[in-house]
């Protein structure tokens, strides 16, 4: 009997393992054969016999779970792991090992998705082994899967740390090397797609050629590896839009291809191989418009899907992806057929995704596009419907990428509004709003922070323009304030928590470590305790850093990196080289972990609910900082232009029918165009010098008569105040292009002005502010009254660098020097000059230093403008620095050019040194918006100490009356050179 049935559970077993038939397993009866099996075990006294059944019967289960689908297999896996636990007991050799038989349960999820068996071949994998580079490059692969399912990120980072420990411990010529570098590569790839760091995917780029260059030619391995380096280029291409090199799409393409030739057809892997190169064919036929891209695309889209059987792992990919193509080649030729197409298997691979997988959202983004499309050929309602309650789910789901998430939640808005729905495109516009500070997340670099940020530029305006359309000012000034200075977000958060955490210091004291080393990795140069010297014992630590901000610089710049490697191959190679000295990936890692560090704390001292929805600022909080004078939010957008006044007890809509978006645009390109040519002949043309002038007269009478004319006229200030009268304040918050022009100094200054008056520095008295929540924050520190009328402790800061290596003297600066040591004692003043007045000097002197004036050269980019910053003795003291050093205090006044001046592509985020300073901690700012004469900056200053200092004491609260004072008189005697006085602004309560 025992015999009989014996043979007949090995024969299910060979069936199954050695014949791939899965029903000998998994039909009842091979569970009651197994059963009795064992009932008849029991009655046999052989230890043999019991040793065989045992092994059987364990197998045969094991089986079963590997056969069964998801959700069916579950008792089987228990019973199997239960038998193996005894069968270990009587002879361990017969037992496969963990690291195996999770090797087994993940060859498995190849093709079908079972979260439980996924997550029990990981806690086999955590257990040590004695092949423990294998078990390293499966327990990546496996940490890798789970996070593309279930968008956990933890994984993602546990999957990439696995797989660098296994390539450190494996020999170069390791059979595995090729596998785990691919491996590593791909989840560099996914990672990069979620976080958006730049390193990222050019380490995956590295990493998959690695990969493939160590893979033989006749390798069965070889294709996935093509594969892989495939998909990264195309990452890349995508990641920089219109301007993305071809050379990576091409490259892309024709690898594909080879991966698609040397895979084995029957290899369940082939179909996603085919998807990959129909994805590739559609993003050059979005570049080209080739239709025969598109059809190829169509035609290996579905010859993938036809080798995907139902409930397989990347079915819903497959369908998704074909779905896209369809759509798109619908709206270039009109056949309905392919719409239909479109929209049937969307749907189908809607319902293929399940719920809490990371893709589920795309699935639904692409259905709703096909639907979209329908609605716009038969104008029926509820495709609309449907299409907007699909990406309001999919916006809504923290599975799928932060990314991702807001472009659906931008297309929802976009919709909506196209169809004047206003109240539908303010909530789709808000839900992606609510999505950027996920962008900027501290565990990336500043310059991809700053480059997925450029992306929605404008968004937040866009966000609030419709919410005002739809009748809900209050609303559109706590979007604005969510949507705008997001990079500064993790800055005030540790600021602000002593005074929510005083029960646990504790916490509060390992956030504010976490900031300091988050800082320093994501804005990388050498530690200051490394000096790398070259032959003659020169130190190089200047000349490395600035190659790891050009580094960074041109990773931001879309096209540039592809396209600098495939033109100056060695250069870049070195250039890679050195940045990898600074910062290795095993850096970006510690970074990453460190982010996710300050998430958990950041929900625990309550300063955010979690890192999917931080602190959202209401509007009687914002209502508060508008106690001195109402905030004027200048919103410009493509639907409408408004100014929204901020006061203590509400929020009115002044719209400015004269200021369109585009002009905007137009006007401040010009204006900048303008400051740029002068920069370029800084040495001497008079009629350049005479064109800006002209420019910036043009841009402030534009102003007056678009904004600043409206918005005085709505809150009474139409006249000059009288000579007893006390000058009434407003502070400016503009957004967009807008914030790179002198609203304060916006009118007609012409003193032969049929009208005088019509000028804001004739009206009020001007500050800015880069958000409503830095101007309350700033407002709650100055309330508090000082201790004596002289604090010993509170000295004031002279950086005076009139003379700078490389750069043109500043002979005026030894004049503001000698004011200063004029009007304060030599105990309440550091100087910092010459060869003193380092980086690094001078980024520790701003932390112990109440007050500062700093006179030397400044320094803007445009496109990066984090790398921004004072040019000091030995280099740049970057925006970048300033965040991260920490600069408590009360006043600076910054006598240099462009401190106010942000960048181009990301203005709603004021990243200037002006601003670095506030967040960072100094209330009061006095800053320039653009290149100043060292001659009008000295005048300006001895101008504004007169005001603010007695008896060697700084009265900061007075700084924007004083500066306005200042540049009024500045003004008066020089009217027609407005480039000489309109830049200096105030920032602060």
Known sequence: MVDELLAAVRARIFAYVQQHDPAAVVAEEAVTQA?????????????????????????????RFLALPAGANATALRTAEHLFVELAQVNPRRVPDHHQRAAMIVRRLRTLDDPPALDHAIDLLHQEHPDRVGRLCLLGVALQIRSERTGNLADLNGAIAAQREALRNMAADHDDRGLCLSNLSNSLRVRYERVGDLADIGEAIRMARMSVEVTPADDPHRAKRLANLGTALLVRFERDGDHGNVADLNEAIAVDRAAVEVEAPDDPDRAGMLSNLGLALQARFDRFEDLSDLDEAITVGRAALDMSAPGQAKRAELLSSLGLALRERYRRVGADADLDEAIRVGRAAVEATSAGHSERAATQFNLGLALQARFERARDPADMSTAFG??????????????????????????????????????????????????????????????????????????????????????????????RGVLWFHLLASQTTPSKVSARPELAGRLAELRTELDQLANPTLPRNTTVVDAKGNSLNSHLNAIVHQVEHYRSLPGAESYLHENIPESMKLLEALYALVRPGEAVDRQMAAAQQWDVLVAQLGIGSDNDSPHETTIGELRQAATSGPIVIVNCSSWRCDALLVTTTGTDVVELPDLTHADAVDRTNAFLHALRDVDSVRAGQVAARLTLERAISSVLEWLWEAVADPVLRALGHDRCPAPAQPWPRIWWCPTGPLAMLPLHAAGYHDPNDKAPGRAVLDRVVSSYTTTVRALARALIDDSQPPAAPQRPNEKLLVVALGRTPGQPQLPNVDRERDLLATVFPAERLTLLEGPAATVHAVQDALGSHTWAHLSCHGSQEPTSPSRGGLVLYDGRLTVADLTAGGSQGEFAFLSACKTAMGGTRVADEMITVAAALQYAGRRHVIATLWSVWDTAAANVAEDVYARLVSRGDLRPGQSAEALHHSVRRQRDRDPYRPSVWAPFIHIGP
Do not use: M
């Not at 046999?44 to 089986?63: K, N």
């Not at 937040?460 to 323009?465: L, Y």
């Open 35 to 63: 059963d009795d099996l064992w009932l008849a075990a029991q009655r046999s006294s052989e230890g043999r016999v019991r040793e065989e059944v045992l092994f059987a019967v364990a197998w045969l289960h094991w089986c």
């Open 390 to 483: 699909l990406w309001r789910e999919a916006a809504a789901d923290r599975n799928a990428a932060a990314s991702r998430r807001i472009r659906i939640a931008e297309k929802w808005g976009d919709s909506a509004a196209l169809l004047g729905r206003w109240q539908d495109a303010a909530e789709g516009y808000a839900a992606a709003v609510r999505l950027l500070p996920l962008l900027a997340w501290p565990g990336a670099s500043w310059a991809s922070r700053e480059r997925l940020l450029a992306e929605y530029h404008g968004l937040a305006s866009t966000a609030a323009a419709c919410t005002v359309a739809a009748g809900f000012p209050d609303r559109a000034v706590e979007i604005l304030e969510r949507g």
